[in-house]
């Protein structure tokens, strides 16, 4: 054997050394974010500043630690490399991101503070805080913080930063975190379009604080929705969510961001580049638009069916705020919803199922591979009827090919597998079929939108210990669409 092919054998392994080493790195990063809802807890004279200043030490040591003794014999990481800093990376957060909460003037318990944090950094809203209003101003913070780190994903970020990681197997771990059938590079290097991502991301959401500043809300709320809304997130400052500030205004502002949350920020950067041409021509984008309009056309016609109509604002802003929350995963609720009717809690799963464009900040499966999907199924039809029909399907001018056509139909089953899964155990546990269900679906697609018990005024505080983990291990899947996941529970990953 050639001294080539030896270094070749020996880089099968999983370099475990090196994937410390960036966990490190990153823990420091989660360190320094920890830093800010410190610092409002000391402005607002709150107790819980201690409970993040035992945090950030905690954090900070573990990460230099893990970065300045580690000494990684070699620092070229591969596929399985990648999947297993991806995972490893969004679970150390959620364990070092819930000890405020373990400590904290409010304090929950561990199995409650770990599904709190994991349900904040994969952006999926669900809480088991009944009363947020009783939190501290630095608490709300570090949950706002938490969704807008974890909305265009804790490695893509940790990119932006550590440009050195663009060498170290950073494609692969772009691709693990990224969402879509495909991923677009807006430049050379990885870290280039990490921080061209994060640049258009950090600009939405100053505007956004500023617009809603603008309205009835104060600096700080302004500033926890916009986090939570660009995120697609959910974590609201107020019980009843975006119903307590009462305003139209407030509604249609966070439409528009919440939407634009749902586009992919590649297509974004894409048409600001070429001034706006070719933005509609973008397959996905229109059926994104057309999906909306044709739920929001059911949604009116089942309110006023339902005898719920009280004004012009309960069959125009009201059911357009709730479309775009429930399709875009944010999950925040602007009223009681559920009143009106069952034919609108259907839509509203499908809706949870589809999700919005790949490459945004959303959940769900996805327009683009339901796109797929219908195309696909359209293609049989057409080859059923003239055998000898020669063509592909594509989407947004890309030819999907068979592997990748059997990608998706693989993710979809197992996507609707962990619904089901998630049910039935929580039926399991005693809960009704329809807040069992609803739940699992919430945490698998990434959507903290809540009904029944987990509805506007509830939380998942209901759930035993059993349940929360399981739940958090549904939204962590889901976050990493699924495969990346799994890929970890094969023995054949683990071996050379």
Known sequence: ???????????????????????????????????????VSLCNGEGDWKAFAITVAITAMTGAALNFLIKPQRKQLYRRDGLLLASVAWVAFSIFGMLPLLMCATPLNVSEAFFEAMSGFTTTGAT????????????????????????????????????ALNNSGSLIMFHAESTGITHDKLGARISRTAKILWGLYTFFTVVLILLLWLGPMNFFDSVCQSFTAISTGGFSTRNDSIAAFNSPYVKMVLTVFMFLGGVSFSLILTTAK????????????????????????????????????????????????????????TGFSAGDWEGWGFFVLTLTFLMMYIGACAGSTTGGA??????????NFVFVVKRYIRPRLLRSVSVNGQIVDNEKGSEIFAFLAIYTLLIVFGGLVLVAQGFPIVDGFFSSFSCVSNNGL???????????????????????????????????????????????
């Open 1 to 39: 054997m050639t001294a080539r092919q030896k270094t070749l054998t020996a880089g099968r392994g999983i370099n475990f050394a090196m994937i410390l080493r960036i966990l490190g790195q990153l823990m420091m990063v989660e360190a320094a974010f920890m830093v800010i809802p410190l610092l």
């Open 366 to 375: 996805k327009v683009d591979r339901i796109l797929y999907l219908l195309k």
């Open 274 to 329: 070429k001034r706006g041409r070719g933005f509609w021509r973008n397959d996905v984008l229109r059926a994104y638009v057309v999906i909306i309009l044709l739920f929001f056309i059911g949604v009116v016609v089942a309110i006023i069916a339902k005898g719920r109509y009280t004004g012009w604002q309960s069959v125009t802003v009201d059911p357009l705020f709730h479309i775009v929350s429930a399709i875009t995963s």
């Open 128 to 163: 088991v805080i009944r009363d947020v209003e009783s939190c501290s101003h630095g608490i709300l913070v570090w949950r706002a913080l938490t969704q807008w780190v974890g909305g265009l994903g804790i490695i893509i970020f940790t990119l932006t930063f550590i440009p």
């Open 450 to 496: 809540g009904a029944g018990v987990t509805g506007i005024t509830g939380s998942y505080d209901f759930l035993p210990s059993s349940g929360l983990w399981i739940m958090s291990l549904l939204m962590l899947a889901g976050r990493l669409e699924i495969i990346t996941i799994i890929s970890l529970f094969v023995p054949s990953f683990w071996r050379k």
